[in-house]
């Protein structure tokens, strides 16, 4: 059960958009459309904001979106703003019958 | 009001054991997965062990099989995670997850550390 791979950071600037890369494997990304993405701000609990790969709970802006490739999946972030600035984590559904997450993003918005 | 409220957490020393608690109130508790989930503050996120709506499946990481144990209480709209054979790594902030998908929601957490 190895971590998802993600970028330990990432920045951008207000109004930018940006990608946050997920790296998995057959077992798990690749072989499964249950990849959800979650944002962390300190001393708060994880909110989700994708689930199944693309999909958006209710109250989630329109700016955070997700995809997947292969073995790797994307959170892309558009219209960058200053309350973006979180820690971010995929997780991944595995063969196993488990659960895998990344080893998270810090996303600085400059 | 969906809310999901830990307990059990607390210091022991290691080769010793808890019992976490997660009361669940405000949705038909009986009808959802749910999840355990850990982290070391400051660091990233580890799930841990996940049960079925009727507790007939379960499933653990690797680094917890076969000293964690969880189940649930359907009655008492409760799942709990027991924990034997305690190492200085299983020390973190320990989340009661509802649901992976869209009906994803997280407990606050209770701290569990382990040390001499």
């Known amino acids: 059960q190895s971590a998802l791979t993600q970028p330990a950071s990432v920045s951008g600037s207000p109004g930018q958009s940006i990608t946050i890369s997920c790296t998995g494997t057959?077992?798990?990304?690749?072989?499964?459309?249950?990849v959800s993405w979650y944002q962390h701000h300190p001393d708060k609990v994880p909110k989700l904001m994708i689930y199944?790969?693309?999909n958006r709970p209710s109250g989630v802006s329109t700016r955070f979106s997700g995809s997947k490739s292969g073995n790797t999946a994307s959170l892309t972030i558009s219209g960058l703003q200053a309350e973006d600035e979180a820690d971010y984590f995929c997780?991944?559904?595995?063969?196993?019958?488990?659960?895998?997450f990344g080893g998270g993003t810090r996303l600085t918005v400059l | 009001e969906v809310q999901l409220v830990e307990s059990g957490g607390g210091l022991v020393q290691p080769g010793g054991s808890l019992r976490l608690s997660c009361a669940a109130s405000?949705?038909?508790?009986?009808?959802?997965?749910m999840h355990w989930v850990r982290q070391v503050p400051g660091k990233g996120l580890v799930w841990v062990s996940h049960?079925?709506?009727?507790?007939?499946?379960?499933s653990y990481a690797d680094s917890v099989k076969g000293r964690f144990t969880i189940s649930r209480d359907n009655a008492k709209n409760t799942v709990f995670l027991q924990m034997n054979s305690l190492r200085a790594e299983d020390t973190a902030i320990y989340y009661c997850?509802?649901?992976?998908?869209?009906?994803?929601?997280w407990g606050q957490g209770t701290l569990v550390t382990v040390s001499s």
């Open positions: 049960i079925n709506p009727d507790g007939s499946i379960t």
């Open positions: 997780t991944s559904y595995t063969r196993s019958g488990t659960h895998v």
């Open positions: 405000g949705f038909t508790f009986s009808s959802y997965w």
């Open positions: 057959s077992s798990d990304i690749g072989g499964y459309n249950i």
């Open positions: 997850v509802r649901d992976f998908r869209a009906t994803n929601y």
């Open positions: 199944d790969v693309s």
